[in-house]
């Protein structure tokens, strides 16, 4: 690969992706885009580019998904999920014991693990949710892992990373070598494609957001605009939970750390309610917890 080829490819994800790669990341690409261009019947990166220079939109969107970082795992850091089951739901089943509706985003779903890790959080809590409206919706950039996770198909090394075994038998149903989630679990999670780099209001407000690690591929602009465009989707009270690595402090003052809670924010009251906002809520399916 040229540099001209590499600085090609380097603008590209930026622009589609968010990926902020730096100079020295060439090994990456070509790792990553080599089992790409032997599929394609391509001779190498330098063709690559060309077609994509020629504006093979099918190819490059190949391209932009091959070159996202999709490692994730059931209960991912352990501790988001304690603080799910600990702090946020207490909370939230306490403010919205009216409402009894509660809505959660997790804005960077890779292969389910995640939506997955927060519905059986929330099946805990059956007795408590009777009757509630209980929406998850999982989002991400790639249409690949977005297929795997509405399959819930995982693989025995993938549900030995990080999920209990007691979860394991009581979730999932063994189908040879492999193990997929039950159908009441799956249900909960509703699936869409969505790019963090575009307009993402039409998904309505909620009241938990996960958002981790996915803004550490991004550079500085990048994670603000998306911190700020998340805060308006927030309730007042909702908590936004980051990954290990990620932060807003120092970035953007839209949310405050929760005291004594690593990793979870909550929007600064400081910024303002948004009056009027609801009314943008857009009509999603909606799945009861049982
Ligand atoms: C490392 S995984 C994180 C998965 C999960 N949140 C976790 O913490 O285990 C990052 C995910 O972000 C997705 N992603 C990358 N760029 C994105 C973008 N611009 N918009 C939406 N999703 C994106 C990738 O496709 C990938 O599945």
Known sequence: MTPADYDFLRRLLKERSGLDLSADKQYLVESRLAPLTRRAGLAGIPELVVKMKGGAEALIKDVVEAMTTNETFFFRDKVPFDHLSGTVLPALLSAR?????LRIWSAASSTGQEPYSIAMCLKEKAVELAGWRIE?????????????????????????????????VKHFKQIGELWQINPDIRSMVQYRQLNLLQDF???????????????IYFDQETKVSIFERIAKMMEPDGMLMLGAAETVVGMTDAFRPYPERRGLYQPNPARGARPGFGAMQPQLRVVAAR
């Not at 249409?143 to 209990?164: D, M, T």
């Open 136 to 168: 998850i919706v999982a989002t991400d950039l790639s249409q690949q892992v977005l297929e795997k996770s509405k399959a819930g198909i995982y693989s025995q090394f993938e549900v030995q990373r990080g999920l209990p075994i007691q979860l394991l």
């Open 201 to 215: 209001s039409h998904l309505g407000r909620f009241d938990v957001v996960f958002c981790r690690n996915v803004l």
């Open 97 to 101: 014991a009216s409402r009894r509706h």
